[in-house]
């Protein structure tokens, strides 16, 4: 008989958990009736985080996605009226990408999305497991150890 691996029953434990909260989110995108799928919704909010109207590579290489994909997902938020294609003044054979109003606005729908999403999945929890959980989730988050005071 083998002994149970914990390393590797968290490692399942984290994965079972983003399956869920990706599972929770879609379903919470579709009862809003937004019209965005979590990819265009990931997307958006990568574009709101940018200065200037990023390039479409600038936004596959952000995403970690291959430039097809982004193509895919500006050509569907594109239709929509959330993002459009601009020239970039420097260089006009280069597009750029950046948010309408309407996808401004999509997005302040899509924080309030999330956070319910959030608060379903934290219902459970209690406010002091919910405290531990934090500073669980920001040591792996920033990667290093909390100090024991």
């Known amino acids: 008989m083998t002994t149970p691996d914990p390393d590797g029953l968290l490692a399942e434990q984290l994965l079972r958990l983003t399956r869920r909260v990706h599972r ?7 009862q809003r009736g937004l019209g965005v799928t979590p990819a ?3 997307l958006l909010r990568t574009l709101a985080h940018w200065g200037s109207p990023p390039r479409m590579a600038d936004l596959a290489e952000r995403l970690e996605v291959v430039p097809r994909a982004v193509t895919t997902l500006v050509d569907g938020l594109e239709a929509s009226g959330k993002v459009r294609r601009v020239p970039d003044p420097a260089n006009r054979r280069v597009i750029r990408i950046e948010l309408t109003d309407e996808g401004r606005s999509t997005l302040r729908e ?11 999945i934290l219902a459970p929890l209690t406010e002091d497991q919910r405290g531990t959980l934090g500073e669980l989730l920001d040591t792996l988050i920033d990667g290093t150890p909390q100090e024991r005071c």
């Open 40 to 42: 265009q919704s990931r």
């Open 110 to 120: 899509l924080h309030a999305v999330r956070r319910s999403a959030a608060e379903e």
């Open 24 to 30: 929770i989110q879609k379903r919470h995108l579709q």
